[in-house]
């Protein structure tokens, strides 16, 4: 089932501890609901600038259109009523706000103690771009995937935290294959490195994290 959450969303913004520019906003912990905090907020753009401004980039090809199409399955899905009765249609003046900053947390199967993850989504991250990797709840069970962008949106009056993620389910897909997913969904994050030797795969890196297959 496609998962969104909004609850005490304007409790659950952290600064990146790493970043300098995190705009100063107030450290909170994630509540029951959420086991996830976002940070690093950056200036609320349109849709039509956050396009055009990944002119070339297939991941963000029919970006508008993939939030509205995941949107309206997540809302049936969870039995969240239509703003107005009518289905989502974002249109391309409409504002989004990124951030490039999520902090995780999530129980041990080693020590059931709660671990916290620092991820990023950062086209420049003291100096380089730094896109980490997750585990996601999906559909089909937890796959990998690879984060693009994280943002929210808002619908009626409700703001939802989204992540547009480049799926590993099985190989890894042309970025043309972006996909959304509630922040929600995020399980944990992960390492992968491409295998040389086989094209268009990852290995798991699990040497420092021997709880990651449990």
Same mark, same amino acid.
């Given at each position: 089932? /496609?998962?969104? @959450?909004?609850?005490?969303? &304007? ?24 086991? $996830? ?9 349109? $849709? ?25 399955? %997540?809302?049936?899905? =969870?039995?969240?009523? $239509? ?18 900053? *999520? +902090?995780? &947390?999530?129980?041990?199967?080693? @020590?059931?103690? *709660? &671990?916290? @993850? ?19 709840? %999906? ?6 995937? +690879? ?25 890894? +897909?042309?970025?043309?294959? %972006? ?13 992968? %490195? /491409?295998?040389? &030797?086989?094209? =268009? ?14």
């Amino acid at each position: 089932m /496609e998962c969104l @959450d909004a609850q005490n969303f &304007s409790s659950s913004i952290v600064p990146d501890p790493l970043e300098a520019d995190s705009d100063g906003l107030k450290s909170t912990e994630p509540t029951d609901a959420q086991h $996830f905090s976002l940070g690093s907020q950056q200036a609320t753009k349109s $849709f039509a600038e956050i396009e055009a401004a990944n002119t070339g980039d297939a991941a963000f090809d029919r970006f508008r259109i993939k939030l509205n199409e995941f949107l309206n399955r %997540a809302f049936t899905a =969870n039995g969240i009523p $239509f703003p107005n009765g009518r289905r989502i249609q974002l249109a391309a003046n409409d504002m989004i706000t990124e951030f490039r900053f *999520i +902090k995780v &947390s999530y129980e041990s199967l080693i @020590d059931w103690q *709660i &671990s916290m @993850d620092y991820l990023r989504c950062n086209p420049m991250f003291h100096g380089s771009p730094r896109y980490d990797c997750i585990i996601l709840q %999906a559909e089909s069970g937890p796959i990998f995937a +690879k984060l693009l962008l994280v943002f929210t949106c808002i619908v009626g009056d409700v703001t939802y935290p989204i992540a547009l993620t480049l799926p590993y389910d099985q190989l890894a +897909k042309p970025r043309a294959s %972006a996909e959304c997913f509630s922040v929600q969904s995020i399980i944990r994050g992960c390492v992968l %490195a /491409e295998d040389s &030797s086989r094209a =268009n795969e990852f290995l798991v890196v699990d040497t420092t994290d021997t709880d990651i297959f449990l």
